[in-house]
């Protein structure tokens, strides 16, 4: 491991750990608008979700790292506190990225990157039509954290009202993360598209807690063949099989492997196919 | 679109579009201390960086939506304001979603999750030895932002100091964004893996600004061939080709298509081999 003090670090080498390291990022496009009703929209992937209740979400326009002036996104909430924070996806992506240029402040970074205004029902900025979400905010406060350049304004948005696409819905009104499409920031100037096969799932933990690791029989916990992703499958059993169960499966295959790594490797076979039950038989019998 | 107001929508749905929504998320895995010593590791998605100066990372074990109550890692940050944020790779996913579990106060995740405790420079609570990277950090101050069921509360986290394994790094000691294999949060029990293909470049807008929409050719604007990620690219141009460059293309390339569409075609052909100079001369020859 490489150990990095961050008062020994330029600015410039954290962003670019931080950047690579905490990835993949969510991303804000911030529309605002200043006192005079002039509107800029932005992107910021120092953003995420934080509460429901009420919903809250948080991103924020740090100063700049080069010269520590702020960004006319925070100039425009400090003066309206109002934001539509509207939501990327892949089809998106390089008009967003052309409206994080630094065109001087009252450019509206809706015409320089082609999308389109949608006026908000409950706040002055407008949304994006082309997002497949928007959420209309109310800026609830601002929290400088730290100072000089590079630090964070974390504006703290309370959302009035969300807006959602009907193609990203299944047919319970739900988001289907198999429809959405979105991107995420990572370090330089790298995204990850979030579809296809870059998705997964993880069946979450019992209700009935897991016996966890400590409980893995110890042939098994130290098995050649068994991954840490698949030990945690197994771990994840409120219980071993029974004995009759047990007995039941070796009757029924009178040919099972005598070397361990062998059934080792079929239980990894059965986890692939979800089969957990016939992995710890298999391990077991 | 279909138009969702939160104060009209239970928490389970709000939950539901906003994990669906805000997307891929990177996710924290927390190692805490109570003020007895004993150690939590539990896995958080509403977090992200959000500061460079001091290195300030957000996260929020929200108050349980079931029941109200709080979360152990938030007791033990208010009884010990140090937390140790490690990050995930995908071989990591199935152990930290055992150690999401709702294991007893006391009991230590680590143990349940197979992980191993080793000791930080900074802080009490002990990294995970098996992530990539680890910050030790000091709570700097905890903010309830709401009150009831999942309801925030920020823990606004300085990095004292952080840990990176050698093999994200390229020959310069820079993190390589095709070295690193993390996971992002999505919907449900949705997980996205930020790496292969699912990994992509967006070039950054010039220092010299883009032209912008604005300045697109009508006819290239209105594209019936090229879609807004190509509009972007050909937008992101500083100045247009000049005269001679286009009557120079013109003449080494005598077999133009007189057919618009099939102009429109090659160039997208040119910007997919990013070759955005000639994708413009062959718009504009």
Sequence with gaps: MKTIDPAQTTLRDLSGYLNGAIAPRPIAFASTVD??????????????????????????????????????????????????????????VQQASLASAEYPRGVNEFVKAGFTETPSERVRPPRVAESPVSFECRVQQIIPVGQGPGAANLVICEVLLMHISEKLLDENGKIDSRKTDWVGRMGGEWYCRASGNAVFEVVRPNQR???????????????RILTGNELAQLANIEALPEQPKILDFSRENQNLPADADERHRRASQFLAGGDREKAWLMLLA
Aim: proline share 8%; net charge negative; hydrophobic share 40%.
């Design 35 to 92: 006192a005079a009703g002039r509107v800029n929209l932005s992107p910021f992937s120092y953003f995420n979700v934080f509460g429901l209740n009420p919903v809250t979400l948080v991103f924020s326009p740090n100063n700049r790292a080069r010269d520590n002036t702020p960004k006319h996104t925070l100039l425009n909430v400090q003066e309206v506190p109002e934001v539509v924070i509207n939501l990327l996806d892949y089809s998106l």
């Design 209 to 223: 807690l897991g016996i966890g690791f400590d409980q893995l029989p110890e042939a098994v916990r130290n098995s």
